[in-house]
T-cell receptor, first 113, second 111 residues
Framework: EDQVTQSPEALRLQEGESSSLNCSYT??????LFWYRQDPGKGPEFLFT???AGEEKEKERLKATLTKKESFLHITAPKPEDSATYLC??????????????FGKGTSLLVTP | NAGVTQTPKFQVLKTGQSMTLQCAQD?????MSWYRQDPGMGLRLIHY???????DQGEVPNGYNVSRSTTEDFPLRLLSAAPSQTSVYFC??????????FGPGTRLLVL
């Protein structure tokens, strides 16, 4: 069965203290791995899509990387406005729906001044 | 583009009542889907559609119905609400194998 596990569940950082969030997955053929940001009371907001091992994408202070077993979301010199829940999701090649995302439970990030 | 819109934003129901959660998208996406989000459970797929007239069940379909008569709209119907359906509901749309874009959500409380 396809599984997506995110760690840690919660992370508290000081402003400027860099860190990484982890998303490990087991799927039968990865079509894509997606990172979303979710603010309280809002819908998930798309950040990145990664398709193959070795791929990296960057946006401002965020950088996403992908290996055959996991993805990392690196946050460099975070600011309080980076506080949110970060969700990881995978699209498997053999998913019954042909496209449905399988989500992890998320990492809740708090960045304090 | 408004993207994905959902109404209502918040709803309170009594057990046994029925209601429809509305979802619309203006991006001409073929695929639309409904998720529910519960604390500690993550996002779980309820129903999805790969085009007008075509729907299928996701991971947690019981107690919900959907239909897709147009590309733009994908309503979710609760036939007889139960307290276990208290949740936050998100609608999403996308092109095949591409990024899913989410609506702002509907918060449902069933008493």
């Amino acid at each position: 069965e396809d599984q997506v596990t995110q760690s840690p569940e919660a992370l508290r950082l000081q402003e400027g203290e860099s860190s990484s969030l982890n998303c490990s997955y087991t799927v039968s053929g990865l079509r894509g791995l997606f990172w979303y940001r979710q603010d309280p009371g809002k819908g998930p907001e798309f950040l990145f899509t990664l398709y193959s091992a070795g791929e990296e994408k960057e946006k401002e202070r965020l950088k996403a990387t992908l290996t055959k077993k996991e993805s990392f979301l690196h946050i460099t010199a975070p600011k309080p406005e980076d506080s949110a829940t970060y969700l990881c999701a995978v699209l498997a090649a053999n998913s019954n729906s042909g496209y449905a995302l399988n989500f992890g439970k998320g990492t809740s990030l708090l960045v304090t001044p | 583009n408004a993207g994905v819109t959902q109404t209502p934003k918040f709803q309170v129901l009594k057990t046994g009542q029925s209601m429809t959660l509305q979802c619309a998208q203006d991006m001409n996406h073929e695929y639309m889907s409904w998720y529910r989000q519960d604390p500690g459970m993550g996002l779980r797929l309820i129903h999805y559609s790969v085009g007008a007239g075509i729907t299928d069940q996701g991971e947690v379909p019981n107690g919900y119905n959907v239909s897709r008569s147009t590309t733009e709209d994908f309503p979710l119907r609760l036939l007889s609400a139960a307290p276990s359906q208290t949740s936050v509901y998100f609608c999403a749309s996308n092109r095949p194998t591409e990024t899913q874009y989410f609506g702002p959500g509907t918060r449902l409380l069933v008493l």
